[in-house]
């Protein structure tokens, strides 16, 4: 008797193009989705190690937004920002189905995927009609010698990515896929609003305001120690993208066992 047994695998690379959306949560929209979406973009590759499971390295480039006029979160606060982001991740992909790029049975799939990123932002505001970086103006005393406690925060920092989608095989070389995913960060200054309002000293003569107090209260009806964000809570930011693949090689391979009596 005569029995063989095999394994059947799929083995390739891709590089392809995303387009979509970004927005972001956090002090100024604490919970609608896609509120104040923009414009984002990027490129990625992935490589497969079956049809099951990858791992995609991606670059992401967007635009962030948020005002309490627009959001209705509170109009007495009256802030709002924008902010570039420049996005690297990585991060490891499941299928739910055996799909590969040409596959004739699993020509779609959908999946999740998470891992881990580090990201790029500026917070800028409207000051005095001006679009102005609101980091530099230490807008809750960050770096002021009355609150020693308030450093100032990076520019730069890491998030945890997670999300799911939905993948398509155009043909035997071209793919797509839809997927939305969520930014889980470690700041809370996405916004440039965190904690409270402060004592300004560095105001320039008596009767005037200075930039930094406009940029932190442009309604100048909050004394120092009022809440103005919450900090309890750090920042997110979402991407919703269509992408669009290139089979970079092919490679398949079959192991046999085989067994006599």
Same mark, same amino acid.
């Given at each position: 008797m005569f029995i063989g047994l095999s394994a059947f695998a799929q083995h390739y690379g891709e590089i392809g193009l995303t387009g979509?959306?970004?927005?972001?949560l956090g002090d100024l929209n604490p919970g609608k989705h896609f509120l104040q979406t923009q414009p984002a973009f990027g490129g990625f590759v992935r490589h497969n190690f079956n049809e099951r499971l990858a791992i995609r390295a991606a670059y992401t480039y967007g635009k962030i937004k948020g005002d309490d006029a627009v959001s209705k979160e509170n109009l007495l606060r009256n802030l709002n920002f924008q902010s570039n982001i420049h996005d690297i991740s990585g991060t490891f992909e499941f299928n739910f189905f055996n799909y590969f790029i040409g596959s004739l049975?699993?020509?779609?799939?959908?999946?999740?995927y998470g891992g881990a990123s580090v990201f790029l932002f500026n917070p800028k505001g409207v000051v005095n009609g001006s679009l102005t970086e609101l980091r530099p103006l230490g807008t809750e005393g960050q770096g002021s010698a009355l609150y020693p406690s308030r450093k100032q925060y990076s520019k730069i920092s890491f998030?945890?990515?997670?999300?799911?989608?939905?993948?398509?095989?155009?043909?035997?070389?071209?793919?797509?896929?839809?997927?939305w995913s969520m930014r889980k960060t470690f700041t809370d200054?996405?916004?440039?609003? $965190?904690? +409270?309002?402060? /004592?300004?000293?560095?105001?320039? @003569?008596?009767?005037?305001?200075?930039?930094?107090?406009?940029?932190?209260?442009?309604?100048?009806?909050?004394n120092a120690g009022m809440q103005r964000g919450d900090d309890a809570y750090n920042d997110w930011y979402s991407?919703?993208?269509? $992408?669009? +693949?290139?089979? /970079?090689?092919?490679?398949?391979? @079959?192991?046999?066992?085989?067994?006599?009596?």
């Amino acid at each position: 008797m005569f029995i063989g047994l095999s394994a059947f695998a799929q083995h390739y690379g891709e590089i392809g193009l995303t387009g979509g959306g970004m927005y972001y949560l956090g002090d100024l929209n604490p919970g609608k989705h896609f509120l104040q979406t923009q414009p984002a973009f990027g490129g990625f590759v992935r490589h497969n190690f079956n049809e099951r499971l990858a791992i995609r390295a991606a670059y992401t480039y967007g635009k962030i937004k948020g005002d309490d006029a627009v959001s209705k979160e509170n109009l007495l606060r009256n802030l709002n920002f924008q902010s570039n982001i420049h996005d690297i991740s990585g991060t490891f992909e499941f299928n739910f189905f055996n799909y590969f790029i040409g596959s004739l049975r699993h020509f779609f799939t959908p999946y999740m995927y998470g891992g881990a990123s580090v990201f790029l932002f500026n917070p800028k505001g409207v000051v005095n009609g001006s679009l102005t970086e609101l980091r530099p103006l230490g807008t809750e005393g960050q770096g002021s010698a009355l609150y020693p406690s308030r450093k100032q925060y990076s520019k730069i920092s890491f998030a945890i990515p997670f999300g799911i989608g939905i993948k398509y095989s155009l043909n035997n070389f071209v793919g797509m896929s839809l997927d939305w995913s969520m930014r889980k960060t470690f700041t809370d200054y996405l916004d440039d609003v $965190s904690t +409270s309002y402060y /004592l300004d000293l560095a105001g320039t @003569t008596p009767g005037e305001v200075s930039a930094t107090e406009l940029a932190s209260d442009p309604t100048l009806l909050h004394n120092a120690g009022m809440q103005r964000g919450d900090d309890a809570y750090n920042d997110w930011y979402s991407i919703v993208s269509f $992408s669009i +693949s290139l089979k /970079l090689n092919y490679l398949e391979r @079959t192991r046999c066992l085989n067994v006599f009596y």
